[in-house]
């Protein structure tokens, strides 16, 4: 009598309702909440409510009434006699019993004598076990407040695992509060309808969400043949295969061989990888950058333009950003600041210098894949400095092209990886900065300048004081004059020996404390005292 999405809508709002809503006083706001799921124009919605809303139906409190019901009009039947109810309302009842059948065999009719909290935790529980008829009813009761405390992210989350899982009831309702995905949800819920056979309803819902390009998304299909293998469950969401069949970085070759295979310990390898590692970017904030070297405004302006290019890091023809200086400490200052420009960006350090063998495994062990962190923006701030051998430099530079990044082939379990969202920005001493060159935008560290060197060394007493735990460290005056003749990677050992070897609360950097450590802390050079040095200045 109802056509099929009117049918679906009263039978999802009953398993809302006999699950926990019971505790819900007004069921209107559940009853349209599902309505506009469902793509019920209004006033039929309103029509509807008014018959959910009638003696006969509302006398239909458990399976035991309802089993009731059916047994009276079989009575009838049996005796000649007329129905007694209006057919309409009959076939509410009758989803309504459906509804009271699904959720007692599905464990999650509450007892009568259940408290409220008993009852929402017991739907909890389902939604957290992958129940999908759980996830799709708290998932609606969480983004509208209804019962359970409003709570639109975490009750989106459960409708998009439903959806993601080919629920008709999930992706109508991802449909619904997710309208940044609708494009692939709607290729989805078409699957889904030709499978039951009612493809003809599709109709409502592009009329009301817009087109999609068919074909563009092959995740239902790969879940429909791992359920029809009886791989997985329809009705129980399974998290490490749905990262896998969701998963950015595998083609989709890939994803069927590891989602069909009765080998569950390459599936368990697979699901190791950072399989949800996507292309998102996180916030760039120029403003870090501001007045960093106002003295060379060349040098920002470069940074601050290559930085600015890393939507583009998939592409073929990008070039990471690589910092060039024989200074350490400019490198490192530069490192330091980085990782600032980026909210809540994963940063990964790597002296590629230190990599062997093992690091370069094509397994989950692989230095690149390793150190992903698949939810969120991934920087890798890659060193080289001094002596490199030839493999860890070839196998860096690979990692530096998007195109070999964007195709990063492991062995076991044999896939091929889209790494192309990671971010690699470069550090590099002037000597492999000439073999680096051909894959990257070199931006050559200026010299430092007298007005910065002075900046910068007062900078290095602070950062030493928070790393050695000196609460107030401080400089004796015209100490920083005397220092400015020696390169900031000097200044940084000196400094760096004398608070770590006389430690104290307080402490007071002077000239006779400094002196012993300059041109003798991992130096070669010789320093004549603080009037000067045999050395010019190499920044």
Known sequence: MFDHLTETMLKSYYIAENTVGRFCDDKRPLFFAYANIFLLPQEEAE???ALSQTQEVLRIQSEREYHQHLRMKQYLAMNAHSAAVDSEIDEIINLKGTAFTLALNFQLMFNAKDVRSVACENLTIAAENGLVLALNALGVLQSEGIVFDKDE?????????AAEWNSEEGLLAALYYDPENRE?????????????????????????????TKGKHGEYRLLEKAFRQGII??????????????????????KETLLLTPNK???????????????????FHARVLDGVRPDHPEESSKVLCALGNIDLRGMATYRPLCFVSDSKYMLDYYAALLPRCFEKAHVERIEICDLVDYDFEPTKNNIFVRG?????FNLYLLTFRGEIADRAFDMAKNFLQSGKRGNYRLNHPSVSLDLSSVLPVCFCDRENAKKLKPYCDMVRIAEVTAKEKRFFTEKTVRDKGIVYGVKELTMQEGLAEKLSVYGMDEIDRAIDAAVREHRMEKLLLTESLVRPYIGSVGTKKRAYGFGGSIHDDHE
């Open 372 to 376: 992903c962190d698949e939810d969120a």
């Open 153 to 161: 992210e975490n009750g989106r989350t459960k409708l998009l695992c």
């Open 47 to 49: 029509r509807l409510f």
């Open 265 to 283: 310990e390459l599936f368990a390898e697979a699901s190791s990888l950072p399989l949800k590692l996507g292309h998102g970017t996180a916030e």
């Open 184 to 212: 692939k949800y709607l290729e989805c819920l078409q699957g889904c309808l030709v499978r039951i056979g009612h493809a003809e309803v599709f109709g409502r819902a592009l009329e009301k969400y817009g087109s999609y």
């Open 233 to 254: 469950k329809r009705d129980v969401y399974n998290k490490p295969y749905a990262r896998l069949v969701y998963s950015k970085i595998l083609g989709e070759r890939d």
